[in-house]
């Protein structure tokens, strides 16, 4: 009595272990796949064309602001990092610096134009208080930062040729 | 007959699923091993002692943002690997150059230089430019792709996080902000130094003030260390070294 009682309640056991891992994975894995994938392809192909269409137009700013020398291309996953976006509201960025200089130039396409202005304009309090330690000379760069946006796309331009970089920004921005 | 059998596999089954972890038990009771237990406290600052003397230095790379740079102009170090940039962003530690007084064209990287060090103790001083941020979560993934660098470069390198000292005065970032972001930096560089193993500084215990900030001698500008802050921070340097054979202990069963 007592051995088959034993053996029903392990074979039980072993069919309650085995039976969950199939239902899951049959029941409620599977089906929901295919909708989700369709998804996730739309949503990398539309942030690559936003990645590919910030690269371009920041690359074409530093070239007309004949900025080459002066900045480098940050990789794109450390910009987060840099101007404590908000979750969600940046689709893509391209961003460039220069090494111990005020000079950057960022392109951004985002969701919600305020909130990216807002946490440039902190990214730049923050820039000018450092730089007024180590190289005051350009804090006047900062201050005359251009900052502006059309259509979800924001872009930031510090440099020396202020007048330049201005009809730069306007015409990246078809205005 | 049939279900007879069929129980029998399942015995046999759980049998073979269970058996190994008592064998195993069984052939290393039979069996003398020995193996090497660390007993050092990695959640605990390192600890003072004995000085090291001068040779040591030779062992050792120095890398971190202004305020290593000090260590560089007036640590009297001969023998040492000092290397800094000044208003380093961690997160451009691969872009930005180091500062080189002998050669102002050098297109070396901090990032480059630690890639390349085999130096068995390497001591790292980073955080305060980025002091005014918000929070350091981006900041401490740089660190710790560093220090993943560092290891798999050199399994067995010391490494030494040096916390940020309270400085007097940071520009923009008045108190209570400004103690409020310090304990936030270390509490993210003390993170980092448990979860990966490795020794921590923390030159508040020593170099600081009845105000909890640094002795207003050691700095220049409530930042930067003066020549006699220098040798102050060097001496905690070294006569706070870890010793391997202190806290390594070989355990035999």
């Known amino acids: ?175 | 007959m049939v279900k007879k059998v069929l129980k029998k596999l399942l015995l046999i089954s759980l049998l073979i699923n269970v058996t190994p972890i008592v064998a195993e038990e069984e052939v290393d009771a039979g069996e003398y091993s020995c193996r090497l237990i660390d007993f050092y406290d990695y959640y605990s600052p390192v600890p003072w002692g004995d000085y090291v003397d001068d040779s040591y230095y030779e062992t050792a790379f120095f890398a971190g943002d202004s305020r290593m740079g000090s260590l560089y102009l007036f640590g009297d170090i001969e023998n040492g690997d000092i290397h800094y940039v000044t208003s380093l962003n961690l997160l451009y530690i691969d872009m930005m150059k180091v500062d080189d007084i002998e050669d102002e064209d050098s297109e070396v990287t901090l990032y480059q230089l630690l890639n390349e060090t085999r130096k068995e103790n390497i001591y790292l001083l980073f955080g305060i430019n980025e002091i005014r941020n918000k929070d350091f979560v981006a900041f401490s993934e740089m660190y710790q792709e560093i220090l993943t660098m560092l290891r798999n470069n050199n399994p067995n390198v010391n490494i030494y996080i040096i916390l940020a000292y309270h400085p007097d005065y940071i520009s923009n970032l008045p108190e209570p902000d400004l103690s409020e972001h310090l304990v936030n930096l270390n509490t993210t560089l003390m993170d980092l130094a448990i979860r990966n193993h490795v020794y921590y500084l923390n030159l508040d215990n020593g170099m600081n003030d009845a105000e909890g900030t640094i002795i207003d001698d050691y700095v220049a500008d409530g930042l930067h260390f003066t020549y006699e802050g220098t040798q102050a921070f060097k001496d905690y340097i070294a006569t706070h070294v870890v010793r391997r054979e202190v806290y390594d202990k070989e355990i035999c069963e």
Request: hydrophobic share 35%; with cysteine.
């Open chain 1, 1 to 175: 009595m007592i051995k088959k009682f034993v053996s029903s309640l392990l074979i039980a056991m072993l069919l309650m272990g085995c039976g969950s891992t199939t239902t899951e994975s049959a029941s409620t894995s599977a089906p929901e796949q295919k909708p989700e994938e369709t998804k996730e392809t739309t949503q990398s192909q539309d942030t690559s064309k936003d990645g590919a269409e910030v690269k371009k137009l920041s690359k074409q700013l530093v070239s007309d602001l004949n900025l080459e020398d002066k900045v480098a291309e940050v990789k794109e996953r450390i910009i987060p990092g840099i101007f404590f976006f908000e979750e969600g509201t940046v689709n893509a960025s391209s961003f460039y610096v220069a090494d111990k200089k005020a000079d950057c130039v960022g392109v951004f396409r985002v969701n919600d134009e305020d909130s990216c202005k807002e946490c440039i304009k902190t990214y730049l309090e923050t820039l000018k208080a450092q730089l007024q330690t180590y190289a005051p000379d350009e804090i006047f760069k900062v201050d005359n930062a251009i900052v502006d946006s059309k259509d979800g796309l924001v872009i930031l331009v510090v440099c020396d040729d202020i007048e330049n970089a201005k009809s730069a920004v306007n015409q990246a921005l078809n205005k």
